[in-house]
């Protein structure tokens, strides 16, 4: 049931809302498992180094046919913007900043809006300053004062500081950050009416008193994305094998759910308490297009992350969760885009300072 959102007023409502919000990790036994046995194309990826200036990137947005590279100094702009598959330096987006149109710091969902005369805009939630806006792609680029069609501002409280993503004027869907006090799969807000609603997880957890509010965020977190039609939404879960994709139009009832052999509906969150060896980071980026699913696959316990530089995957999916290829990638990539016009997957390795450009094909 939506609710209306209030700003937390003491310590005592703070412990309230915190114990009502825990008691939602109940798992919808509705939605159709696919279990990960094979992949029909399976082979390794090698790539080339390009961009060798940009040595200092975290994340890569392909949007069009432009490659955005995110800026980590942020000494002027958020983005430098090549044009593809050229890598020709066409502008800079995002002018660093708190003024009104400008960025302090961003993310996007890999969300984009094509108008009728062909322009193309993208979805960006600048975190910092807590807006949501639709922002002209080409007309804006190394523009000071960019064209915005569409900002809205909301509650810092929520704390959405990571994905977001816009279904209509009064539906959004967004992740939670560290400082919310709500724990849940994902929120769907209405910035018209200022309510939210909390789905939950679609997890059994055994000894749930257990977690705190860092425990839920660490062990929950996903990577969300929206089909092109807006009506399946899919969460790609950082700390299990596991795939969830949710139907919009039906108050975000799971659907299908991809997960691997081992991976279990019930979690024992004594374990995660006793045994940090016990979370692994398997999702960690996620792309989607009209007809598929790539996701970042890493497989690797939480505390090497960083340290131990191993091979990461792409790992393909159609919209009915069918394996379609497991591509090995060398490096240790932390964030990937997808050009299946062209077939490149371009990757950004942020502890090896570099970024990739590996040719692809899903024909096997």
Request: glycine share 4%; with cysteine; proline share 5%.
């Amino acid at each position: 049931m939506p609710r209306k959102f209030h700003p937390p007023l003491s310590v005592l409502l703070i412990i309230l809302y915190s114990q009502i919000n825990f008691g939602c990790s109940k798992k919808d036994e509705s939605a159709r498992k696919v279990v990960i046995n094979n992949f029909p194309i399976n082979m390794t990826l090698h790539g080339e180094p390009i961009l060798l200036n940009e040595i200092n990137s975290s994340q890569l947005y392909l949007v069009d046919t432009l490659l955005l590279v995110e800026q980590l100094e942020l000494k002027q702009w958020n983005f430098n913007v090549y044009s593809i598959p050229e890598l020709n330096f066409v502008g800079n987006l995002g002018r660093v900043g708190d003024g009104p149109k400008e960025w302090r710091k961003v993310r996007f969902s890999h969300q984009t809006e094509i108008s009728d005369s062909g322009k193309v805009s993208l979805w960006v939630n600048d975190i910092r300053h807590a807006r949501f806006q639709l922002v002209d792609l080409r007309s804006n680029l190394n523009k000071v004062e960019p064209n915005i069609f569409y900002d809205f501002k909301h509650p810092k409280e929520l704390d959405l500081i990571q994905n977001l993503i816009y279904l209509d004027s009064n539906k959004w869907v967004g992740n939670l950050g560290p400082n919310s006090l709500d724990r849940g799969r994902f929120l769907v807000y209405n910035p018209i009416s200022r309510t939210t609603n909390l789905i939950p997880f679609n997890l059994n957890v055994i000894n749930e008193k257990m977690l705190t509010l860092d425990d839920y965020y660490d062990i929950y977190f996903s990577s969300l994305r929206v089909n092109k039609d807006k009506t399946k939404l899919i969460s790609a879960m950082h700390r299990f094998d596991r795939i969830d994709i949710f139907d919009t139009s039906n108050l975000f009832k799971p659907i299908l759910s991809i997960v691997g052999k081992k991976m279990s509906d019930n979690l024992d969150a004594s374990k995660i308490k006793q045994d940090n060896s016990y979370l692994r980071i398997f999702y960690f980026d996620l792309f989607t297009s009209e007809s598929y699913i790539y996701a970042l696959y890493f497989d690797q316990p939480y505390y090497f992350y960083g340290n131990n530089l191993k091979s990461t995957e792409i790992r393909v999916f159609d919209w009915t969760g069918t394996p379609i290829a497991k591509f090995l990638i060398p490096e240790y990539l932390t964030s990937f885009t997808i050009d299946e016009k062209n077939g490149f997957i371009y990757g950004a390795s942020y502890f090896q300072e570099k970024i990739m450009r590996y040719p692809f094909s899903l024909n096997e």
